[in-house]
């Protein structure tokens, strides 16, 4: 299996800007996941897609992200108006099935200047 | 609320020996554990998993215990080497949810010394 491949790896904007993440999940994993990593903090989860149908949202999720998996395949996430406070490393994870480890990308780490 | 804990930030352990890295967690409803090891500029990355139905889970040098009552859960890793200096992350989930929604530790940094 190629691993989970998450692009870009590193994202520079200005506050106010939108930003959007792309995430390849490994190959036949129906699900996939996404996370946000701060400094100093675990992974924190936001969102979840069983294929196309995005299952649950965290309270993390402002209405200033959204997130698609239009296929069932590859999954963008959209942050509009960027702020300071979302200055992260935004992961992707995805699994085979419910009862599989979640299998992670190497993320892309989000600066707000 | 951090319902999943790792007290030490750090732990130094000289290769060869052996390295245990602690977990607490308060949510009762948390059944099924796992640990992910991540190294710098890298996504974290599968170790190994325990469901409520055990008290240990074992796969070649790394060994997790599970204590229900106490709502603990440890790492054991035998013998430790350069390559397992990372840092550490425990994560709890319901398992009625399946494997969905993961909640992470803060994480442990472990130096292995040569």
């Known amino acids: 299996d190629t691993g989970v491949s998450q692009d870009p790896r590193h994202k520079i904007t200005k506050r106010g800007q939108n930003v959007t993440f792309r995430c390849d999940p490994i190959?036949?994993?129906?699900?996939l996941y996404w996370y946000r990593q701060t400094l100093g903090q675990g992974p924190e989860f936001l969102t979840y897609f069983q294929n196309e149908a995005q299952l649950e949202k965290s309270r993390l999720l402002s209405d200033r992200f959204s997130a698609e998996r239009p296929k069932g395949s590859f999954s963008t996430l959209e942050i509009q108006r960027t702020e300071q406070g979302d200055s992260a490393m935004y992961l992707c994870?995805?699994?085979?099935?419910?009862?599989?480890?979640?299998?992670f990308g190497d993320g892309t780490r989000l600066s707000i200047l | 609320d951090q319902q999943v804990k790792q007290n030490s930030p750090s732990l130094s352990v000289q290769e060869g020996r052996i390295s245990i890295l602690n977990c607490d967690y308060t949510?009762?409803?948390?059944?099924?554990f796992l640990w992910y090891k991540k190294y710098p500029a890298e996504g974290p990355t599968f170790l190994i998993s325990i469901s409520s139905i055990k008290d240990k889970n074992e796969d070649g040098r790394f060994t997790v215990f599970l204590n229900k009552s106490a709502k603990h859960l440890s790492l054991h890793i035998v013998p430790s080497q350069p390559g397992d200096s990372a840092v550490y992350f425990c994560a709890g989930t319901e398992s009625n949810f399946g494997n969905e929604k993961l909640t992470f530790g803060t994480g442990t940094r472990l130096t292995i010394i040569p």
């Open positions: 190959s036949e994993h129906n699900r």
């Open positions: 949510n009762s409803m948390f059944d099924y």
């Open positions: 994870a995805s699994s085979r099935d419910r009862d599989q480890p979640q299998h």
